[in-house]
């Protein structure tokens, strides 16, 4: 299946105001960025045909591919001066750089990338800035069993603060940590039929506008995970995923457990 990947907003709580700062796909985790671990991720189920919806900062994006170093990721020999690589990431990737505008809100750009699906029925979409260890084939499968028209995977809130009952005399009745609320939060991960362009409007938004109308027609199902995910919002997030990639805690990279 395609993957389309949403890789061109300003990232803007991650920013640190830097002239020419990279665009928060870009961000580094270990010697690869966000970016890369989310294709990695599908690529490691057989999804590899790739399109990228390109905004602000793109020519980062494109330098990054267009100069790909396959040994920076992968164990290689050198002899004689030439480097013999003992495996590949990308090599049997296919990746399309769509210029999706700047300013354009999610569902635009998913809008202006629909002639590169080549009319596929069912394809795949991506923040491309979260990772988790969620078993890709099992949301797909309970995807085409159930009929529906699209599938947002859907996770406990990640904040740490705590939600209070409060009573309407103003005395406090509990509290609760908000992971253990029967709350659900949008994933990020999108199982999506051409469907959902019938929801879209110009300039529209993914979630706030197609997904939301799919839900009232009750066409959206939820996929619930409760494992590993890992958002990439704020920079302390960002570094903590860093750390974490550095210690050789990153239960996110499938493909490490397969070798």
């Not at 590169?116 to 499968?141: K, R, S, W």
């Not at 039929?193 to 993914?206: A, K, R, S, Y």
């Amino acid at each position: 299946m395609k993957v389309v990947l949403f890789c061109g907003g300003y990232g803007t709580r991650m920013r640190t105001g830097v002239p020419g700062e990279v665009p928060k796909p870009m961000a580094l985790v270990g010697p690869r960025p966000l970016l890369w671990h989310v294709m990695r991720y599908y690529a490691h189920f057989g999804h590899k045909e790739f399109i990228l919806c390109l905004g602000y900062g793109a020519h980062h994006i494109k330098d990054f591919f267009l100069g790909y170093q396959e040994a920076t990721s992968n164990d290689f020999v050198l002899r004689g001066g030439e480097v013999e690589l003992l495996s590949s990431d990308i090599s049997d990737w296919s990746i399309s750089f769509v210029q999706t505008g700047v300013n354009s809100p999610i569902g635009e750009r998913l809008r202006r990338v629909r002639d590169h699906l080549g009319g596929e029925e069912m394809f795949l979409a991506n923040y491309a800035d979260v990772l988790t260890d969620a078993p890709l084939p099992d949301i797909i499968d309970r995807f085409v069993a159930s009929g529906a028209a699209a599938s947002m995977m859907v996770v406990p809130p990640s904040q740490t603060f705590h939600c209070v009952d409060v009573a309407e005399n103003g005395l406090i009745g509990g509290i609760s940590p908000v992971s253990e609320m029967p709350v659900w939060v949008n994933g990020g991960y999108f199982v999506l039929t051409q469907e959902v362009f019938e929801h879209i409007p110009e300039n529209g938004d993914l979630v706030a506008d197609g997904c939301a109308e799919l839900a009232k027609r009750g066409r959206l199902l939820a996929y619930r995970h409760r494992g590993y995910w890992r958002p990439t919002d704020t920079v302390n997030q960002r570094m903590e995923l860093d750390e974490a990639y550095s210690r050789g805690q990153r239960p996110w990279a499938l493909w490490e457990r397969s070798r």
